[in-house]
């Protein structure tokens, strides 16, 4: 099931976008990256588990963000959810897939200044911009239409199912 959340003014995110123009987000490409996904830039706030080393905490972006990272938990405050990570895209355009380490619904929501790249769920468009859409995507195939103009952020706030309940951390 897909449902569209109260949108959130754009306004609400001039703060976060204004942030965001300042630092370099991570290129994720081959071993860092997701199967089919490509070279794209992209990173995680909130919990997390370590790739190598397996500890549990706060993401390294968390850290290296903390203004960011209160940012987009103010704005995650918006939404009625419980969520424990918080992934940022920036100009993706993702492919078709599940995630697969996401438990329940996850909620997406995208702002900046571009046009096109929609999020498709089960075949069906919807534009997530400034409009939280809800959904299952560990369920639900999911990716965007490559017509992607512009700069584009999105926000995917997720309950990352391998790690235990610290949602009061985020």
Do not use: W
């Given at each position: 099931m897909v449902t569209l959340l109260n949108p959130i003014p754009c306004d609400e995110f001039n703060v976060l976008y204004?942030?965001?123009?300042?630092?370099?987000?991570?290129?994720?490409?081959?071993?860092?990256?997701?199967?089919?996904?490509?070279?794209?830039?992209?990173?995680?706030?909130?919990m997390v588990r370590g790739r190598?080393?397996?500890?549990?905490?706060?993401?390294?972006?968390?850290?290296?963000?903390?203004?960011?990272?209160?940012?987009?938990?103010?704005?995650?405050?918006?939404?009625?959810?419980?969520?424990?990570?918080?992934?940022?895209?920036?100009?993706?355009?993702?492919?078709?897939?599940?995630?697969s380490n996401n438990y329940g619904d996850s909620v997406l929501i995208?702002?900046?200044?571009y046009e096109g790249c929609n999020i498709v769920i089960e075949d069906k468009k919807?534009?997530?911009f400034c409009q939280p859409i809800m959904f299952d995507g560990s369920k639900l195939f999911h990716w965007n239409t490559d017509d992607l103009i512009g700069n584009k952020y999105s926000l995917v706030f997720f309950y990352n199912k391998s790690l235990p309940d610290l949602t009061w951390l985020c």
């Open positions: 204004d942030m965001l123009q300042d630092i370099s987000i991570s290129i994720k490409k081959g071993r860092s990256s997701r199967m089919g996904f490509g070279e794209h830039r992209a990173t995680t706030f909130g190598f080393n397996g500890i549990i905490g706060l993401s390294h972006s968390s850290h290296k963000y903390p203004d960011i990272y209160k940012e987009i938990l103010r704005i995650g405050s918006l939404i009625d959810m419980k969520f424990n990570a918080i992934h940022l895209n920036h100009n993706v355009v993702c492919p078709k897939h599940l995630d995208s702002f900046g200044e919807y534009d997530a």
